[in-house]
């Protein structure tokens, strides 16, 4: 069964850091496209970062120079390094896997909150 993991989510500073990660279970990592979703209050759910199996990686333009999506696939892991937080970048945030062998196949984590004060 196909289990996406998330640690690391909670409470944090204007201008602190969080890192996020995501354990992958009963995929094999290196053929997914690896992400990181997130949804604010009343707001449309929205791309954070993606990283493909070459490691092609794109980056909302609101995180862009501030976080850093990495993925480690011996141990079918991602990270969102998220440094420099704002209060807009509070979200619950989801991890996300795309079989890019059969799009068919594409997976979501159960979302963990984020929420920086200022």
């Known amino acids: 069964q196909v289990q996406l993991v998330e640690s690391g989510g909670g409470l944090a500073q204007a201008g602190g850091s969080l890192r996020l990660s995501c354990e992958a279970s009963?995929?094999?990592?290196?053929?997914?496209?690896m992400g990181w979703y997130r949804q604010a209050p009343g707001k449309q759910r929205e791309l954070v970062a993606d990283i493909t199996p070459a490691g092609s990686i794109n980056y909302a333009a609101s995180v862009k120079g501030r976080f850093t999506i990495s993925r480690d696939n011996a141990k079918n892991m991602i990270d969102l390094q998220m440094n420099s937080l704002k209060p807009e970048d509070t979200a619950v945030y989801y991890c996300?896997?795309?079989?890019?062998?059969?799009?068919?196949?594409?997976?979501w984590g159960q979302g963990t909150q984020v929420t920086v004060s200022s």
């Open positions: 996300t896997a795309l079989n890019m062998g059969d799009m068919r196949y594409a997976y």
């Open positions: 009963g995929i094999i990592l290196s053929i997914y496209t």
